[in-house]
Structures are given as C-alpha cells and as structure tokens.
C-alpha cells in the first residue's frame, strides 16, 4: 500500500463542525504540513472552533467563498496547495426544503469552481472530496449489508441530490482531465461543537433547557452516528492511504432509532422520555434508513474507536460547558427549523 504525503493542504469550510476537528487535528500531529483553511463563516461555522490552531506556525485561514474562482485559484496558486480536502457544503435536510437554490449554488456550483481551479493550476495531487451516505438514498429495512461504494447514486431529497451531483463532477473531472480524486462518504457525525439544528445538539439544548424533544414523524427511523474524532481519523487515513479513483464509506454499522436517541438523551439529563418526547409532523420526505459498509476503509487500518455511551457522554459534557457558544440559537431548535435568513452555508456539518 502506498502512502501519500501531502505538503500544503487547502481545507474548505474548515471552520464549520466535521472540517474543523480534521484540520486541528492535522495542524497538531503534521508540523511539517501547511494547513490553510476557507471558510466564509456562515449560521454553522464558528471561527471559535479554530482556536487550538490559530497560533501554530503551519496554520493558515482565509475567510472566503468557494464560490469565488478568482479567490480560490489565487489561494492554490499563492500557497501552493498540494492538497484538497473539500468540506465546504449546505449540509442541513431541513433547510433544503425550503431553500434549495443556495444548496445547488453551494454543493454543485462550489465544487465545479474548485475543480476547475485545480484543472487550471494543475499542481493537485489529491482532492479528497467529501459526500454523503444519503446520495445513495435509502437502504431497505430488511438489508443486512449496507450500501458499498459501487452503489447507484438515488437521492431523495434536494440536499442529497446537490451531494450526488458534486459527485458526478468529481468523478467526471477524473475521467476528462485526470485529477487525482478521492471521494468519501459520510454517516451522521456527532459530537461537541456541533451547530444545534442537527438532531444530537438540538435534542442537549432542549433537555437542558427542561423542554420537550420533538421527533419527526414516529421516529422509526434508523441512523448510524460516528463521533467526530473517530471520523477525523478516518479523514487523516484516508489522506495518506486512500486510492486515488476510489470511494470510501466513513461510518459505523451500530444503527439507532430516532426514537431510541431521544430515549438515551433523557436518561442522560433523568427526564422521563414518556413525557419528555413530542412526536411532530413529518418532513416532506424522511429516509427510513441509512446503512452503509465501512469494510473498505478498515482495510485501510481504520477501526471506530468510541462507544456511542461514551460519544454521547463527552457531548453533552461540552454542552453543559459552553451552553453560548453559538449565541441565540432557539430558531435552530424549533421542530422544523428553516434558516431562509442565513442561506449560503458553507461550513460542512453532516
């Protein structure tokens, strides 16, 4: 197996919540690697998140939107950026149903932007780019092997379709122009410093707050959720051992019920779930399942490290730490949130 060795790596939307774990942890353990990250600092990404970076002398941010071809082809050019690792995305379900434009502006005219940079300067030797578990839409109920990286591509939703799309100019800027692409997909991540309109953050807020949780739909529906070290690992794996041309699924094969989260939760902060759960209208469409194989990237030398009661416990301590961290969030933790006011996203946050 050979190892790559990047030297200068742009990181996008590196201050939003999956992106900023992997680029600490790289500004920590890789001296010798230039770290520069962009991020246009929109509703979930949070300049704070960077802090353990900022005074590393490899470690470099540019506020910016991948959407600017000037700004970006400037930023590979004058750091001589080796290295892509493209995090940058409108991330959030909800929000797509109701502001669909910004997710294909940001999602698909995005990362055309930054293919086309590297097509241009022609001095990438990785583009890691990260998707979605959901470009492969639902998995049936009964299946007990989950989606491979061969799988078709079926979104369900606006969000997962913009993240299938991305992937099909990835694949096809591979195919034309021989960029060195690597594409991961990704199952729920969770974890401290995550912005509260995702289900794990919302569901601490509530409960710390003594309110109800509210639950789309009857809450059978099954995820799988990885905390963040564990996926900024499996990040500086795929880095330095992934196979340029491939995929690799980034998850876990333990599965919960929306319901048994909720559940978990209460028991955490001694609330009674009988009274402490509000099942609400459903979303237009909800998944059923998620369920993705991870086999190849343990082939890597990968393994999921932390328990789910261990993840979950460390996230809530951080809550319970830094409850203003993200200032006046309770239009995030409404049961159907809608950010129509804050619409271009660009902090990745799966």
């Known amino acids: 197996m050979s190892t790559f060795t990047?030297?200068?790596?742009?990181?996008?939307?590196?201050?939003?919540?999956?992106?900023?774990?992997?680029a600490n942890r790289l500004v920590r353990n890789y001296p010798d690697y230039?770290?520069?990250?962009?991020?246009?600092?929109?509703?979930?990404?949070?300049?704070?998140?960077?802090?353990?970076?900022?005074?590393?002398?490899?470690?470099?941010?540019?506020?910016?939107?991948?959407?600017?071809?000037?700004?970006?082809?400037?930023?590979?050019?004058?750091?001589?950026?080796?290295?892509?690792?493209?995090?940058?995305?409108?991330?959030?379900?909800d929000n797509s149903f109701g502001n669909s434009f910004a997710f294909t502006k940001n999602n698909i005219y995005g990362t055309h932007v930054l293919l086309e940079a590297c097509k241009v300067t022609?001095?990438?030797?990785?583009?890691?780019?990260?998707?979605t578990d959901e470009?492969?839409?639902?998995?049936?109920?009964?299946?007990?092997?989950?989606?491979h990286e061969a799988s078709q591509l079926l979104p369900t939703n606006p969000y997962s379709a913009t993240k299938a799309g991305a992937e099909?100019?990835?694949?096809?800027y591979d195919r034309s122009y021989g960029l060195p692409m690597i594409t991961t997909r990704v199952n729920n991540?969770?974890?401290?410093?995550?912005?509260?309109?995702?289900?794990?953050?919302?569901?601490?807020?509530?409960?710390?707050?003594?309110?109800?949780?509210?639950?789309h739909g009857d809450g059978t529906n099954m995820r799988s959720y990885l905390y963040c070290e564990d996926v900024a690992e499996a990040?500086?794996?795929?880095?330095?051992?992934?196979?340029?041309?491939?995929?690799?699924?980034?998850?876990?094969?333990?599965?919960?019920?929306?319901?048994?989260?909720?559940?978990?939760?209460?028991?955490?902060?001694?609330?009674?779930?009988?009274?402490?759960?509000q099942f609400v209208e459903n979303r237009p469409f909800n998944d059923q399942r998620y369920f993705i194989d991870v086999q190849k990237l343990k082939n890597l030398g990968w393994s999921e490290k932390t328990t789910w009661e261990e993840g979950l416990k460390k996230t809530m301590e951080w809550y319970m730490s830094n409850p203003d961290w993200w200032g006046d969030v309770s239009s995030a933790l409404i049961p159907h949130p809608r950010m129509l006011m804050m619409s271009s996203g660009n902090g990745a946050d799966k």
Not at 122 to 131: A, M, N, T
Not at 141 to 147: F, I, R, S, T
């Open 135 to 147: 470009v492969c839409g639902e998995t049936g109920e009964d299946a007990a092997v989950g989606n």
């Open 34 to 93: 230039k770290i520069v990250v962009l991020d246009k600092l929109d509703y979930c990404s949070n300049l704070k998140n960077l802090l353990p970076s900022n005074y590393s002398l490899n470690f470099k941010f540019v506020k910016g939107d991948i959407c600017s071809a000037d700004l970006v082809n400037y930023i590979l050019i004058n750091e001589n950026i080796d290295t892509i690792m493209h995090f940058a995305a409108q991330t959030h379900v």
């Open 189 to 215: 991540v969770y974890g401290p410093n995550q912005f509260p309109e995702k289900l794990i953050p919302k569901f601490i807020l509530l409960a710390m707050r003594g309110k109800t949780l509210p639950i």
């Open 235 to 277: 990040f500086e794996v795929v880095l330095h051992k992934g196979e340029v041309g491939h995929v690799y699924n980034i998850g876990t094969m333990e599965e919960r019920r929306v319901t048994d989260v909720a559940i978990d939760i209460c028991n955490l902060f001694n609330m009674d779930p009988e009274k402490s759960i």
């Open 122 to 131: 022609g001095q990438i030797k990785r583009f890691i780019h990260v998707s």
């Open 6 to 22: 990047p030297k200068n790596i742009l990181i996008t939307g590196a201050a939003g919540f999956i992106a900023f774990h992997v």
């Open 168 to 172: 099909m100019l990835v694949m096809a």
